[in-house]
């Protein structure tokens, strides 16, 4: 596949990274020549430097050709040019563009994306899959990471395992034989920095991050297995009134059960509008790193607080400040990933990161086969994919353990008739399941092919 990508930022270098490591034919395209540069250099792409939204730029990145464009610069318009460009001059088969501002996401101007508009055949908005991100690691609050797959009836569950977990030591096929009837599979462990998928001998050890694959019924059993409280957020507290506080702000508002929050934004303008638009929340106008401020919003009696502020260090300082203050748990927003190693030291619970989340939305689209879900694990070292079996699938009508998967793949969940089943070797895998795989990165085109609709000629 033929991929331009424009924009060689943090989400479009990242893009480049995976398609480019899948043996994908990439050009990288950015008016800064030293990010071109730098992609060229650190990986296997093409990269042309200049404004993406040009016609003689697209055409220089090889667009006559290409199977796709996918828009990722720091700016809403010039991705909606390019994909425009991209449409009418060259007639590139699939345009994705990332898009920031709320005005152009709103439900009502959605005819603005058709072929005969502008023609975008995949918007995606960081501000809304952050603000799904952080309603999740609130849901799921002793899970370092969480994402929801197999039609919100499955979890994966990214969870340290302390001293005082009940099951360490413990082979991973013996704890299958403990829990029988537990929906749930570790799919992942990270040990000493380094990610892969266990074997059924393997054990598990304290300091381990594993990833959990759980029936969402089961969540809570799993958390408590593995050692770890499973509470409700009563009373939360959001740092930073943007459009990601304010997203995560009316979304509590909608729960139907009860949850008292309250916000803090420094802007008066941004504090303004947030408490026009919000109706059960208090709104603070103020620093949250002032404690006196923290002390107004009952810091020391809050479940949890969400930093998502636009400066990764307001968020950083601000969840220290209220953990010391007695609140239980911290959530922060983190644009820098080299500032993902400071959590642990600083007692920070969870983080997100908006790269990655847009990462995920954007290979969603771009992989092959009837793909429905993509989820980037780490800093790119492993994903877990959700999708649908075609008849023509290689894996159709195979019980797993007939199934020739790569070592660094592991089979998490399968829905099966609306119902998610707990998979063993003997489960047959059918047309028109929908299966949810964990792949080490390496892995990803083998799972793919097996994924993908194949031709067959007589």
């Known amino acids: 596949m033929k991929v331009i990508i424009c924009g060689a930022g943090q989400v479009g270098w990242q893009i480049a990274r995976h398609l480019s490591g899948e043996r994908n034919d990439v050009t990288v395209v950015d008016h800064d020549a030293e990010l071109v540069r730098r992609a060229t250099d650190t990986?296997?792409?093409?990269?042309?430097?200049?404004?993406?939204s040009y016609p003689d730029v697209l055409e220089r990145a090889g667009a006559r050709d290409a199977d796709m464009v996918i828009a990722a610069t720091h700016s809403d318009e010039v991705n909606m040019v390019t994909c425009q460009v991209a449409h009418s001059v060259f007639?590139?088969?699939?345009?994705?563009?990332?898009?920031?501002?709320?005005?152009?996401?709103?439900?009502?101007?959605?005819?603005?994306?058709?072929?005969?508009?502008?023609?975008?055949?995949?918007?995606?908005?960081?501000?809304?899959?952050?603000?799904?991100?952080?309603?999740?690691?609130?849901?799921?609050?002793?899970?370092?990471?969480?994402?929801?797959?197999?039609?919100?009836?499955?979890?994966?569950?990214?969870?340290?395992?302390?001293e005082d977990c009940p099951v360490v030591n413990t082979p991973l096929r013996q704890l299958t034989d403990l829990f029988s009837t537990l929906r749930a599979i570790v799919v992942g462990v990270r040990r000493e920095g380094t990610l892969f998928a266990p074997e059924p001998g393997d054990q598990l050890f304290p300091g381990d991050q594993i990833y959990v694959f759980a029936h969402r019924d089961d969540a809570a059993r799993t958390m408590e297995i593995f050692g770890k409280e499973v509470r409700k957020q009563e009373r939360v507290v959001i740092v930073g009134g943007g459009n990601v506080g304010l997203a995560v702000a009316q979304a509590l508002e909608r729960r139907s059960?009860?949850?008292?929050?309250?916000?803090?934004?420094?802007?008066?303008?941004?504090?303004e509008r947030a408490a026009d638009a919000l109706e059960r929340t208090i709104v603070l106008?103020?620093?949250?790193?002032?404690?006196?401020?923290?002390?107004?919003?009952?810091?020391?009696?809050?479940?949890?607080?969400?930093?998502?502020?636009?400066?990764?260090?307001?968020?950083?300082?601000?969840?220290?400040?209220?953990?010391?203050?007695?609140?239980?748990?911290?959530?922060?927003?983190?644009?820098?990933?080299?500032?993902?190693?400071?959590?642990?030291?600083?007692?920070?619970?969870a983080y997100i990161n908006p790269r990655t989340t847009t990462?995920?939305?954007?290979l969603r689209h771009i992989r092959h086969g009837r793909v429905r879900e993509v989820y980037s694990i780490g800093?790119?070292?492993?994903?877990?994919?959700?999708?649908?079996?075609?008849?023509?699938?290689?894996?159709?009508?195979?019980?797993?353990?007939?199934?020739?998967?790569?070592?660094?793949?592991l089979v998490g969940g399968v829905l099966k008739n609306g119902k998610v089943i707990k998979p063993s070797g003997s489960t047959r895998i059918e047309e028109g399941d929908v299966i949810a795989i964990f792949s080490m990165a390496a892995d990803v085109p083998e799972v793919e092919r097996l994924l993908q609709v194949t031709i067959d000629f007589f």
């Open 379 to 409: 800093d790119a070292e492993a994903e877990m994919i959700e999708a649908q079996v075609l008849s023509t699938s290689p894996i159709a009508g195979k019980a797993i353990r007939d199934i020739d998967f790569p070592e660094g793949v």
């Open 43 to 52: 990986l296997d792409v093409q990269g042309v430097a200049g404004h993406a």
């Open 285 to 349: 106008h103020g620093d949250g790193m002032n404690a006196e401020l923290l002390a107004e919003a009952n810091i020391e009696r809050a479940d949890a607080l969400l930093a998502v502020t636009d400066d990764d260090k307001t968020n950083l300082l601000t969840a220290v400040r209220a953990k010391s203050a007695g609140c239980k748990m911290t959530i922060c927003l983190v644009n820098d990933p080299t500032l993902v190693p400071l959590m642990d030291p600083l007692n920070i619970d």
């Open 91 to 162: 007639a590139v088969p699939r345009k994705v563009a990332r898009l920031r501002a709320q005005s152009y996401l709103t439900a009502i101007y959605s005819d603005l994306y058709r072929r005969d508009h502008m023609p975008i055949d995949v918007v995606i908005s960081p501000e809304r899959e952050v603000a799904e991100a952080a309603l999740r690691r609130l849901a799921a609050p002793a899970a370092f990471d969480t994402e929801s797959f197999l039609d919100d009836m499955a979890q994966l569950l990214g969870i340290v395992l302390d």
């Open 257 to 271: 059960e009860r949850v008292r929050a309250k916000m803090i934004e420094k802007n008066r303008r941004c504090a």
């Open 359 to 362: 990462v995920s939305s954007i």
